[in-house]
């Protein structure tokens, strides 16, 4: 039973620019002006087909302007396609950005009705769900208070609960999971797996690659509007990957001398690299093209969180062995026992430099050319993971009974069996 | 927090046979224009949740309430009082009094201009929602029509306050103005629905439009009688669909009289005309309305 289907869904966007010589003129000469000026077509999705099983979810990941946002907006109907036809087979809700259909002057009960019926709901079905929806948020003592007096987490607790009663057929998700704390987070997962059990079409769009994984059965990649992998979520996350490891993102090219061409990330012993996990071995390779003689060259890799904090520094700078560029290609592996980075998304700088000199100067600086998921492994929580041991001593007590220096290396090696 | 029992999947829900949509490029048939309405059909629910929302949010946090929706016409009609018969004279026809029908014609009047001013932002100014969520969009203007609607309705007692007062009787005639203010719905709908739609595109029509509304209400005749208009411009100065149904909707409240069906007709039959086909109109630039705003 197919429940969705785009066959052969295209949409355009015009987009007129404007010259930077029209800027000093008159408002109304430069719309003349562009007005004149041919418009130039813009593909937000060009030529997408697919089809989605009842009860199959369907995850769609990409980068920023890859066309999953179009296809969200045009699955809700939101705005229509230039060329193509969707098939909608059922009730279909979706769950974005909840509480943007709140009036901040009516109480919390009144919104529940606005929202509700905004969202597709019948009154009566809204009084049905009523308390069920106030008891979700928690906001009961509230609920004839307007939602201008409402805290940001009532107000984003009441928008959730609504949408989470709905009952549709087929439920689209957007960046819902990532607004709102880690046990509102934890609650929008519970309940989309709740709606999966019972049979929801899911389509969930997002960046975030863990929860894709979680939630969806089969995952589409887009790139510039058109999907170029479709399939498992590790097939399709490793080719997101893969994609995005050859990305330039910000690609600052210093001097002549040499350039990384790219880093490629490796499981020491199967080319899969889709995951790694924490405690795992992971290989860095950095690949560079040297156009003329450089003489002790510095490689550094710098691995930083999505929200840029800096996790940890690579670099071949640390023994006193030289490396002399000879003008040709070549890599730098660097080889990493235990993983020691935090479970989630990480990205890769990688830099050549002078000995000495700041990554500011460096002969090559690719910001953020590659990323990689680290799902947890040897640890699930903490900040990174420190290799370790274990022993268990009934009755013993060593601290106690001798100096920490001498015993402690022997805690590790396990005599006592 | 348990779930489980929190959530009751209807059963109503899954049994009920699922509704299949076909979403294509926007494009013009018969079909799809009753396919449209039967939506619009299936929202109604939250046309009449916005529209009570609408009247309920206007007159939030004001002490005087709804009464502004009579204050307004009101202190308009004391206004053109002393312009029109202190400082100038108008001529009137008949014997009633000019406050009695200046109110009735400012009474509808009113209901006109509050409606296309706040339905011609009411795209733009729910950007949040359009870009957001689906729902026919159409709603939207037409929640600002139904507020009107009410707020006409809590402006006409003072009409019949007004005729008591300065002896005016009410007579079975009166009925007639049910089905012309239903023609002037009818206009003012269609209005809303091509002005709200362009105002996504052009802001120049909003603000345009108190302009416009000036120049429209002296074509009308709301300051003065339809008999105070020359002759030989009467003919053109009908063309205007407003003043069929204000000289009309005067004529059978406050003067007793039955209305003049031809006066009538040219205004039913324009507003008869113009309601489909912005709706066509509305309909096409909706398609888009996400991209654009």
Known sequence: MIDLKFNKVSKRYRVRKQLAQDASSHPIIRKIQSLRRPAQDFWAVRNVSFEVERGESLGIIGHNGAGKSTILKLLANITAPTGGEIVINGRLSALIEVGSGFHPELTGRENIYLNGSILGMRRREISEKLDSIVDFAGVRQFLDTPVKRFSSGMYVRLGFSIAAHLNPDILLLDEVLAVGDAAFQAKCLQRINELKEAGTTIVFISHDLGAVERVCDRVLLMQRGEIVADGSPAQAISEYQRLSSGLEVSHVKLSKEAEITSVNLYRSEVDDFSTFHTGEPLTICVNYTAHERVKDAVFEVLIDTQEGELQCHLTTDLNNKRIDLEPGTGSIVFTCEELGVSPGLHYISAAIIHRGQALGESIDYRERCATFRVDPGKITRGKFYMPFQWNFEPGESYYTEAGVGQEAREIVSPKAF | ?293
């Not at chain 2, 929302?53 to 009101?74: D, F, M, N």
């Open chain 2, 1 to 293: 927090m348990t779930s489980n029992s929190m959530f009751p999947n209807q059963p109503a829900d899954s049994i009920a046979p699922r509704r299949i949509k076909v979403i294509r490029a926007p494009s013009f048939s018969v079909l799809r224009l009753l396919g449209d309405l039967a939506i619009l059909s299936h929202y109604r629910d939250l046309l009449y949740t916005l529209s009570v929302h609408r009247i309920k949010v206007r007159y939030k946090q004001s002490v005087l309430g709804v009464t502004w929706a009579v204050v307004q016409p009101l202190s308009l009609m004391l206004i053109y009082t002393v312009i029109f018969t202190v400082i100038i004279k108008v001529p009137t026809t008949g014997s009633v009094a000019y406050p009695v029908l200046l109110y009735a014609a400012l009474l509808i009047w009113t209901f006109f201009s509050t409606a296309l001013t706040s339905a011609t932002n009411g795209l733009v100014s729910h950007t949040h929602l359009v870009t957001k969520v689906y729902f026919p969009r159409e709603i939207l203007p037409l929640t600002y029509v139904i507020a009107a609607v009410f707020d006409l309705l809590i402006a006409s007692p003072v009409l019949l306050g007004l005729m008591i007062y300065y002896g005016v009787p009410l007579t079975f005639n009166a009925l007639y103005a049910v089905p012309i203010v239903l023609i002037m719905a009818m206009f003012i709908t269609g209005m809303a629905l091509i002005f709200s739609a362009a105002q996504v595109r052009f802001r120049d029509i909003g603000m345009a439009l108190p302009l416009l509304l000036q120049i429209w209400m002296f074509a009308t005749p709301v300051v003065y009688p339809l008999s105070a208009v020359p002759e030989r411009f009467r003919s053109l100065y009908m063309l205007n669909p407003m003043v069929g149904v204000i000289e009309n909707f005067r004529r059978v409240l406050v003067e007793a009289a039955p209305p003049n069906f031809y006066e009538i007709g040219i205004s039913a039959l324009i507003a008869l005309l113009l309601l489909p086909a912005a709706y066509i109109f509305f309909k096409h630039v909706e398609a888009t309305i996400a991209d654009v705003i």
